[in-house]
């Protein structure tokens, strides 16, 4: 079961130059939960990850990770927290091998995955290890971009739609994924466009709507908020 608090943001504010973003977002994410952040397209759940990782402009509020405030914090010390964030442009370097591009990322702290656990992991990987980045199927690029962080050390997670546009065999295999992260004791944040990878995998989910949590609700009480869905996400 989840353990403490890892995460907590408290009236979070945040601009992209002249432009108000996210209104007083307020979460928590607490040590082995896998936390799903829904909402249709420019809600300000990327911009809620982005924030946290300090990529935004200027940030307002209080984002505490384990219990030290990191909102003033330089990404790079954001990520020494045991912070990891795989974007959704995956950002994969096309001359560089699939294994070239998985050591590429600086150890952030200790207990980062092997490369031959994330081997044992992703199979395809080591199978594609010699093959530049241009060469691996979405899919495959996918994978790399989240098996990159796995060997920095990073403890939570940010996922942003992992899984959008990749073939539903694809998606089960990230589903997978994300079972055996938890299970090891990984903490996951999913920004998901894709209510039904999501459903399954999270222990709790929060809606956002004009850069706001709009509702929070737990996997039991899925099914008392389908109207809720309908209405914000129209699942």
């Not at 009236?11 to 040590?31: Q, T």
């Amino acid at each position: 079961m989840a353990g403490n608090e890892l995460l907590r943001i408290e009236n979070l504010n945040a601009w992209y130059g002249e432009s108000h973003v996210l209104h007083g977002v307020n979460m928590r994410v607490n040590e082995g939960e896998v936390v799903s952040l829904l909402g249709r397209n420019g809600a300000g759940r990327t911009t809620t990850m982005r924030a946290i990782m300090g990529l935004t402009g200027r940030r307002e509020g209080s984002i505490r990770i384990r219990g030290q405030e990191a909102v003033k914090l330089a990404p790079h010390r954001i990520a020494r927290l045991g912070v990891g964030y795989c974007p959704e442009e995956r950002g994969i370097f096309a001359s560089l091998s699939a294994e070239e591009n998985l050591m590429l990322p600086p150890t952030i702290a200790e207990g980062g995955m092997s490369v031959a656990e994330i081997y044992d992991m992703f199979p395809n990987l080591k199978e594609r290890a010699a093959s530049p980045g241009t060469r691996l199927s979405g899919g495959e690029q996918q994978m790399l971009a989240v098996a990159r962080i796995l060997r920095t050390g990073a403890r939570l997670l940010l996922l942003d739609e992992i899984s959008e546009g990749l073939a539903p065999v694809i998606v089960q295999k990230l589903a997978e994924m994300i079972r055996t992260l938890k299970s090891k004791g990984y903490t996951v944040v999913l920004v998901e466009q894709n209510f039904r990878f999501a459903a399954p995998l999270a222990d709790r989910f929060y809606i956002m709507e004009h850069g706001k949590i709009v509702k929070e609700f737990t996997q039991a009480e899925l099914g008392a908020n389908t109207s809720v869905l309908q209405e914000y996400l129209g699942v």
